[in-house]
């Protein structure tokens, strides 16, 4: 029999669980309502909304964008990110920690100060609704999550593994090839996952640097927003709240396979 | 470490934040070395005469490319608006002096360091026990909780402010259901306490798992320890859990104050006209007035202010509770 302070504990963790989860549900209901309104309760039900995101240019073409910077990006700053990761970790303890504050700052740099002065920079060099535009920002954003989830993988590896490999006659390619990128694989595959999201749900820099030929699926849902009360945002909401919640599931059910073997 | 104390603890705290690592940690727990192995391991590696190779001088350059990013993308672009603030349209702190004297605007950045100490309060108060559930609950029901916190921590910021937006409005689900059984409406979009509510909300995560990655390597024989001396169970919790656990909440605490003080989607989106907070402010200066002097003023503020806190914070961050725990 559980102490009273259990119960209560347990009934107040129970409230913060329905706090952080039942809000966001709210779009589902509404992503199916019969009427062009978001309004609650929705009235009737229809497919229509899922429809439109499928079918309307503004939806489909701002989706394809964001996929297509994500992906560019998840590469790019997995890559930049390892390197850096590997830097940090092999330089001399001062510079590499001194390296790491200085990679990470994009963290802690309010995204409205950062949002304006991209966009002035680019108004100067045409970079404004540009995939290179998008590309170099967003890049900048997600090498921070790639570095630190690299630097979690190098800490857990035993270098001798490379001592021994170089020992046993492998070059310095084969040694990395061979021995160490199969063991930080983990890592640099969540970090290429963080690069992807960061870039995929970005949207204060988007919104300064969009244009109405380039725009990005948070700013297409963003001006919906603002502009008219359309389910196809509830549509959209739905969707990425389903593949959000698929992704997590997926790495924790692997994080827990992994644990028992 | 000396140069920059302000973003040193972030890069303690950036692992929980990035809460792919949260579990990506836990599976490895079981393959981690532990310390004492790892130090022999550095020493082996730099006295091996095979890795010669890669001298810890060549290694930095391999940060080049990450580097070049940031001072293209980061540091040139704030060098933009740090200049701007000082020289559009004319030489001088004419910006400044126009922010701070206007009541318009001290009220605003007023405002926004009151909604980032409610929105930290209100976060502390909800993600403390949440966080203590998580290390004393099974591991199924761990699992659970993790979820509940990942899932909107990964989802879109948009997406979630939208439900607000549902909730919230005055046809949303709140006011229907007041509605239903008989009571009078409330406004709360639009309203600032409506900011505050959708702000504690999207924020939560990020006191969370700070507090829950202290949490969790905090040595619970220390409390059997205390009762076993005869100290009642509140007392010891109160005084060798939560001194313990106090690096999490300051590092959560910080991490949710900084968002709050440069939070732009919710507050535009479920704030009003009397609730508008300093962003909103830098995105009118700029987009709508174009006046860049102005707008960059308001960032610096909101910059320096940043890192101010930050600076002030670093060194209640540093986790104490790992000596503790090798000397328990």
Known sequence: MPSFPRILLGLFCLLVA?????????????SFNGNKSLAFPPVGFSWQWYENFFSSPDWTTSFSNSLIVAIIVAVVATVIGTLAAFGVSRAAARTGGLLRALLITPMVVPGVVLAIGIYAVYLDTHLVGTVTGFVLAHTMLAIPFVLIAVQASLEVFDRRLETAASSLGAGRLTVFRTVTLPLI???????????????????????????????????????????????????????????????????????????RT | MRFFPATEPIACLASPVAPGLLSKREMMMTATPDDGQRAGTAVDAAHSPFLPRLRPRGAVWLTAPAVLVLLVALAYPLGIVVWRSFSDPAIGIDNYVWFFQSAVNRTVLQRTFVVAAWVTLACLICAYPYAYAMTIVGRNMRLALILCVLVPFWLSGVVRTLAWVILLQDSGVINSILRGIGLSPVKLIRTLPGVVIGMTQVLLPFMILPIYSVMKGIDTRLLQAARSLGARPWKAFLQIYVPLSLPGVYAGAIIVFILSLGFYITPALLGGPRSILLSSLVQNQVLSLLNWGRGGAMGVVLLVATFVLLAIAAPLMRQKHTSSRREA
């Not at chain 1, 329905?18 to 509404?30: E, K, R």
């Not at chain 1, 948070?218 to 990425?240: E, F, K, M, N, W």
């Open chain 1, 18 to 30: 329905i706090l952080l989860l039942a809000p966001t549900l709210v779009v589902i209901p509404m």
């Open chain 1, 185 to 259: 694989l983990p890592g640099v595959l969540s970090g290429a996952l963080f690069a992807f999201i960061t870039s995929f749900d970005e949207i204060i820099v988007a919104l300064f640097i969009t244009s109405p030929y380039l725009k990005t699926l948070p700013v297409q849902i963003y001006t919906s927003i603002t502009r008219d009360a359309d389910p196809t945002v509830a549509a959209v909401g739905t969707l990425l709240f389903l593949a959000t919640s698929l992704i997590i599931i997926a790495g924790l059910l692997l994080g827990m396979r992994r644990e």
